[in-house]
């Protein structure tokens, strides 16, 4: 991926008022902002065409509030002359995605709706490519328009230790790492034993709809991992009930950062009630 900045047309974000890209824009509607954007685009299109005898170009524009597409990504784009594509040592193709971020980034770096475009297409790119998220010239990374050829671009401002963490942060959020949410239901147990298996019985419906892990440990109900997005701990029974889970279990539970419901009862009778007609219902 190799970042560029168009410079000309400045956006009113960077005060240059350099043919603003969305200048004139005050009471208009989404469709017509829209439209007068797309005739700007057009008229890039053109000069790329006519003046610099261009068939191609980057593949996307980028500004506040879309991304354009300009040249379809599976074709190899002109923008940053060395950077546009290269053979390696054994043959390969490597061709690089251009994109124009809308705006001059010599004095600053990327307003909030822009950088938020940006970071979020980049981040896709890279996932869906498979890319690695780092500073990197040419193939392997994401790369700026001035380590190709004698420019600024993309902007003074914009540089790897700025763009980088933001892209970073965008494929977090739009990918978030494999997990899962850990729901225990604990019975009460006593150095005597644990409930009667009538109780374990009563949880029949509860269990099979809801797939849980049921045992008698409050330290397994704590046990985590970078994997878990959340722990729940459903305590079965009264803290008077003949095997309880005590309140003092209840409070470290709590105390350790999981959701914690008890399910009032004493009797098998009283838990397998409550726990079927949530097995019913769908409700944990």
């Known amino acids: 991926v190799v970042i560029h900045h168009t410079f ?6 960077d005060g240059t008022s350099a043919d603003d890209w969305d200048a004139g824009e005050a009471g208009l509607t989404d469709q017509q902002i829209y439209d007068k954007r797309k005739t700007k685009l057009d008229g890039i299109k053109e000069y790329y065409r006519t003046v610099n005898k261009w068939d191609r170009g980057p593949h996307l524009f980028i500004d506040d509030r879309w991304v354009w597409l300009f040249t379809p990504m599976a074709e190899i784009g002109i923008h940053a002359r060395s950077g546009n594509s290269y053979e390696d040592e054994a043959g390969n193709l490597h061709y690089s995605i251009g994109i124009e971020v809308l705006g001059n980034y010599q004095n600053i770096q990327w307003p909030t709706p822009i950088a938020a475009n940006v970071s979020q297409a980049v981040a896709i790119l890279c996932h869906t490519l498979n890319i690695p998220i780092r500073h ?46 850990f729901h225990y239901v604990l019975l009460g147990q006593t150095r005597e034993g644990i409930v009667p298996w009538t109780w374990v019985n009563a949880l029949r419906a509860y269990v099979e709809r809801f797939r849980v892990t049921l045992g008698f440990s409050h330290d397994h109900a704590m046990l985590t991992n970078e994997r878990v997005r959340s722990r729940r701990v459903t305590i079965i029974g009264d803290v008077d009930a003949p095997v309880p889970v005590p309140a003092e279990v209840e409070r470290i539970l709590r105390e350790s950062g999981a959701e914690v419901e008890r399910i009032p009862g004493k009797t098998a009778t009283e838990i397998r009630k409550e726990l079927d007609k949530r097995a019913r219902e769908g409700t944990r």
């Open 136 to 181: 990197q010239v040419k193939a392997g990374g994401i790369s700026m328009h001035r380590e190709y050829t004698a420019t600024n671009c993309p902007g003074a401002k914009i540089a790897p230790e700025y763009f980088v963490p933001l892209v970073d942060a965008a494929h977090k959020q739009l990918y978030p790492p494999p997990g899962f949410d």
């Open 8 to 13: 000309i047309p400045s956006t009113h974000y």
